[in-house]
């Protein structure tokens, strides 16, 4: 049965404590600056860890009310009514499944699952119980990629020829650093694919639409790693290092994904481009305030890429921050899509993205592994 919000404050239970728990809980501390108007004080009151003294360092540390060790209790917690899942891929599937039955709201860090036939069940299951469901795509609310995204349906660049996309990281380059979950497949369905592309994926859907089919290319650059259990000994990698992709979109354009762990100098490198017949439009996460733009509609002796710095008032959300022409950073973009969330919470609105979209992201991972494996282009699997 749904939980209903008849008292506050709205409790969240989260379950994680790494890098991504941390930038969750501060969009949860941030959400009331941003959106003042929910009048709802958002909390997360418990965490989940799997090794105790650490879950319990971590509550300690940011004023989290308790800690579990299991975490079919935390879901079941009377008090908590929003479960986040920020674990390794593999748990996302049983974790939401219990939270659905339980009748609490569920936001779950990307992507959905570790494959798209787990990742649909995990949608209808949400939709059934009548629970509100996100999906942690946090670059989409960057007013920047919200304002490109305004443009092109205005038909700013003209009609969509082609996308590119990349997300390049050097975090795996050191082939001293142990085997994580990370490089097996069991663990994560997929290396560069899912950590990264899926991102640009998103992107790509958000901006151009829908994709039709793809092909690509996958690469296991360090075969071996250290176990965790025992470093004298190795294991072998089992998901992709590296994966580039071709894809058709239902609407006619074409476009080319890049995804890498372990590219050298690149630390959080993400690029967009979206070219069309009158112009084109480019985005950076290194530059995330910035947007660049082309026209043909300009004079040809002035016709160049502008740089729009995107932080006034008439920008998306900017009247929700520091005075106008202020930067924003990377983990604001949490803040506003959740802050979103919880509004779709309390007004019973539909949010997206949504398991739907997580579910839609994890078939082209699949489709794309596919083709890697059969060596064709390979149609996306539809719901």
């Given at each position: 049965m749904k939980v209903h919000y008849l008292m506050k404050p709205i409790n969240v239970g989260l379950l994680g404590y790494g890098a991504i728990a941390r930038q969750h809980l501060y969009a949860y501390r941030t959400i009331p600056l941003y959106f003042p108007e929910l009048k709802t004080d958002i909390k997360v009151v418990a965490v989940y860890g799997r090794t105790e003294e650490r879950v319990r360092n971590f509550s300690r540390e940011y004023g989290i009310d308790r800690y579990y060790t299991d975490y079919t209790k935390l879901i079941k917690d009377k008090d908590v009514q929003v479960i986040d899942i920020s674990l390794p891929n593999r748990l996302h599937y049983e974790t939401a499944l219990i939270a659905a039955e339980e009748g609490k709201d569920i936001i779950c860090e990307k992507p959905l699952s570790i494959d798209h036939k787990t990742a649909f069940e995990m949608y209808k299951v949400a939709e059934k119980a009548g629970v509100k469901h996100a999906i942690v795509y946090n670059y989409r609310w960057l007013p920047a990629i919200l304002l490109a995204k305004k443009l092109i349906e205005e038909g700013f660049i003209g009609k969509i020829y082609h996308f590119r996309g990349m997300y390049l990281e050097d975090f795996a380059i050191d082939p001293s650093q142990p085997?994580?979950?990370?490089?097996?497949?069991?663990?994560?369905?997929?290396g560069s694919l899912g950590d990264d592309a899926t991102h640009v994926i998103d992107l790509a859907r958000f901006l151009v639409g829908e994709m039709k089919r793809v092909c690509g290319k996958g690469k296991i650059h360090i075969k071996y790693r250290p176990l965790l259990t025992d470093r004298t000994k190795q294991g072998e990698v089992e998901t992709d290092d590296e994966f580039m992709a071709l894809i058709e979109f239902e609407n006619g354009a074409v476009g080319s994904i890049e995804a890498s762990r372990v590219c050298a100098g690149r630390k959080n490198f993400l690029y967009i481009e979206v070219n069309g017949s009158e112009g084109s439009i480019i985005w950076n996460l290194e530059r995330l305030n910035e947007l660049k733009l082309y026209t043909t509609k300009d004079p040809?002796?002035?016709?160049?890429?502008?740089?729009?710095?995107?932080?006034?008032?008439?920008?998306?959300?900017?009247?929700?921050?520091?005075?106008?022409?202020?930067?924003?950073?990377m983990v604001d973009g949490f803040a506003i899509g959740f802050g979103e969330f919880f509004k779709a919470i309390l007004e019973d609105l539909e949010y997206i993205p949504n398991f739907y979209d997580g579910a839609i992201n994890c078939a082209i991972i699949d489709a794309m592994l596919q083709a890697d494996e059969e060596g064709r282009w390979v149609e996306v699997p539809k719901p």
């Open positions: 085997l994580a979950w990370r490089y097996i497949k069991s663990e994560a369905g997929s040809p002796e002035v016709q160049a890429f502008k740089t729009i710095y995107v932080t006034n008032e008439k920008h998306p959300y900017f009247k929700r921050f520091w005075p106008p022409n202020g930067p924003i950073g």
